[in-house]
């Protein structure tokens, strides 16, 4: 059994970097191109995974640990690629290294840790977090856009600016791992930090 003190089985932290590459935070969006075309192509072959997995939990009561695996690898890619597209960090996403931004997801025990039929309405209840992270990442949006004037003018990202993305981050990859990854039936904490 949980209890609110222990940490939430999905975890982001992004390491602040400080000062910025102006000429790099410039032209982010077309340096940005090759990998997001990597993550498109990517993530569109892992999405398909989630129904059949939503079906394993619901029958076999199994979560393989090669799926997880692959799962939680490919939300690190598309994590890291958030994170540079952001201006969180200069360094160029990395398709198999954590670099500065790191995310924990714990393993679940299908039969002790998930309830078999949860699956089948996790999307619907994660509703209420989709309408409040439509408002945050807008706020993000706006966010990212004054930190990109601030790095061209300072070579600094503000870090109040920072901290809010990577919360706004934080919350996203909460509710993913509870309604798309299936990793947990705790339902996630409507909470930046």
Known sequence: MTTQTDPYPARLEVDYQGEHDR?????????????????????????GLGAALMLMILFRRKYPRWWFDFSRELTGLGARFAAYLALLTDRYPSTDEE??????VDYPDADRDLNRWLP???WFLAIP??????FLVTGAAVAVLIAWFAV??????????????????RWCLR???????????????????
């Open 99 to 104: 670099q500065s931004v790191r995310i924990e």
């Open 23 to 47: 000429l790099s935070t410039f032209f982010r969006p077309i340096w940005a191109l090759p990998i997001a075309v990597v993550v498109a192509f990517v993530s569109a072959t892992g999405e």
């Open 129 to 134: 977090h989709y309408v409040v992270l439509a």
């Open 120 to 122: 089948l309405v996790k």
């Open 175 to 193: 509710v993913h791992a509870y309604a798309v990854l299936l990793t947990t039936d705790r339902y996630p904490p409507f909470s930046l930090t």
């Open 152 to 169: 061209l003018f300072t070579g600094r990202f503000p870090r109040g600016l920072f901290d809010y993305v990577v919360g706004v981050g």
